[in-house]
């Protein structure tokens, strides 16, 4: 695609966001199979059943700009989850392991919030006021979902991670 105004740049990250969330559904069953912690695994399900909820939110914004949902390919969310895929593969310790894999759900948050975050900013420049709303909601929940993370992280699996 070629990326000529803003309005292209928001199409585009738009389609970047939409294949990074699809390729989450995929990676989040196999990383909660590998958790121990059943908070952890609470989290991820959880998480799963929010981000099918976040691409029909993504639909919802593509037919609010008249177009029909597309992915574009997306080089960082491909490694955030080889990363994860490798660490599920190399750590035997599952303590050591679910710490990990919270780590990785954390990197998968947080540029799920800088994507948000910047098509929210850019909605409000264009004026595209549904997509303000229904982006503006997956950002609280992406942020909601790493605060959860952390908590989790914080409190328990961190210190079992040690002992």
């Known amino acids: 695609m070629s990326v000529k105004s803003l309005d ?38 959880s998480h ?14 593509f037919k609010s700009l008249g177009q029909k949902p597309k992915a574009e390919k997306c080089p960082a969310i491909e490694g955030i989850v080889s990363e994860a895929e490798e660490l599920m593969d190399e750590i035997e310790d599952a303590e050591t392991l679910d710490a990990a ?14 994507r948000y975050g910047t098509l929210v900013s850019w909605a409000e420049t264009l004026g595209h006021t549904e997509a303000i709303t229904l982006l503006g909601e997956t950002l609280k929940q992406e942020k909601a979902a790493d605060a959860k993370l952390t908590k989790i992280a914080e409190s328990k699996v961190n210190k079992k991670a040690v002992a």
Do not use: N
């Open 48 to 61: 799963l059943e929010e981000t099918k909820g976040q691409i029909e939110r993504l639909e919802a914004v």
């Open 101 to 114: 894999l919270i780590a990785a759900a954390q990197a998968v948050e947080h540029y799920e919030m800088t």
């Open 8 to 45: 292209d740049l928001f199409l585009h990250t738009l389609q970047d966001i939409y294949y990074a969330e699809k390729t989450i559904t995929k990676a989040l069953p196999k990383m909660s199979k590998k958790v121990t912690s059943t908070d952890v695994k609470k989290a991820f399900d």
